[in-house]
């Protein structure tokens, strides 16, 4: 779950340094992959907090953070899809609380 999750992380710092840079959009590839493991390691993560109740309290909290992570995700996919440049303050709430949440998870 944690290479899962530190994976999503740097693609996603890949496709956050390129909008900074100018890009408006990443490339579809990058999108696809970001989305791939993050979505394969919140699914482990549910799994993991609905089968483990001994750990379900060191999960819930980063899993809450994950969700809001998600639907923010989500809003950034649709400025994708529509080829419209993705709006910096969304991308940059996005990737600070993914990258808490995964902190928070190491912790």
């Known amino acids: 779950m944690f290479y899962l999750f530190a994976t999503a992380i740097i693609v996603g710092a890949t496709m956050a340094y390129l909008r900074l840079r100018g890009q ?14 993050a979505v394969t390691g919140l699914i482990a993560m ?16 980063p899993l809450i953070v994950f969700c809001i992570v998600a ?5 950034l ?5 529509k080829q419209r440049p993705l709006p910096i303050p969304t991308m940059i709430i996005h ?13």
């Open 24 to 37: 408006p959009r990443p490339a579809t590839s990058l999108v696809v992959l970001h989305g791939l493991f």
């Open 46 to 61: 549910i799994i993991v907090a609905v089968n483990e109740t001994n750990r379900t309290s060191h999960v819930t909290g």
């Open 71 to 75: 639907v923010l995700g989500l809003m």
């Open 77 to 81: 996919l649709g400025y994708h899809i």
């Open 95 to 107: 990737g600070i609380l993914a990258l808490a949440a995964f902190i928070w998870l190491l912790a």
